[in-house]
Structures are given as structure tokens and as C-alpha cells.
């Protein structure tokens, strides 16, 4: 789930990803929700930002029924980008949230 810089909402065109994640978890299992961030900022800011965007996912699970127990929320904040490059498409591809599954 991809996220506009600087920002935790989730954007609208993410939504249906969410609403995918709580009908899978109907059946059981769980999910670590891995936040991130881009390269900018301090390591301190972006911790704190993947979080407030695990958080987010964490809601919006929520709220299509996932329960709590189901849910992990870590942040790896800047510490591991999916793209190392230094131009917008690659900061926008680390502005993310991943979804770990875990054993049903």
C-alpha cells in the first residue's frame, strides 16, 4: 500500500487493497504491517512515520472487520527501501506499507 510523501492517510486508489486483506483474514491467520518511508528526513521522523502509516492500514483493517489480535504493526521507517535510487519513482516505491501473512 503506497502513500503520498510526508503523509499517512491512505490514499484512495489503495482502499480496495485493504478491503482484499479483510476478506482474506476472514478465514484465519494474521498480518505483519511493515511501515516505511523514502530516503528524506532523519531516521527518527521516518520510524515515527511508518508507523503512523502501519497505523493507518491497521485502521482501515479494522474497520472492515479484521480483528486486532490479527495484526502486527512494525516500522522500519528509511532502513529498508525497496528502490535504492534517488529520484521521485523510487522514493514514491518506498512510501509503502507491506503486508507479511502469517500461517492460518
Not at 38 to 55: F, I, K, M, P, T
Request: with cysteine.
Amino acid at each position: 500500500i503506497y502513500f503520498s510523501y510526508d503523509s499517512s492517510t491512505i490514499n484512495p486508489d489503495q482502499i480496495s487493497i485493504c478491503e482484499d486483506v479483510a476478506q482474506y483474514l476472514e478465514n484465519g491467520g494474521g498480518v505483519i504491517l511493515e511501515g516505511h518511508g523514502d530516503e528524506r528526513g532523519s531516521r527518527e521522523y521516518n520510524v515515527a512515520l511508518g508507523e503512523r502509516r502501519a497505523r493507518s492500514v491497521e485502521h482501515a483493517l479494522r474497520m472492515s472487520g479484521v480483528d486486532r489480535k490479527q495484526m502486527r504493526v512494525v516500522s522500519y521507517g528509511k532502513e529498508k527501501p525497496a528502490n535504492l535510487g534517488h529520484s521521485e519513482e523510487a522514493r514514491a516505491q518506498n512510501r509503502r506499507v507491506e503486508l507479511s501473512y502469517e500461517a492460518k
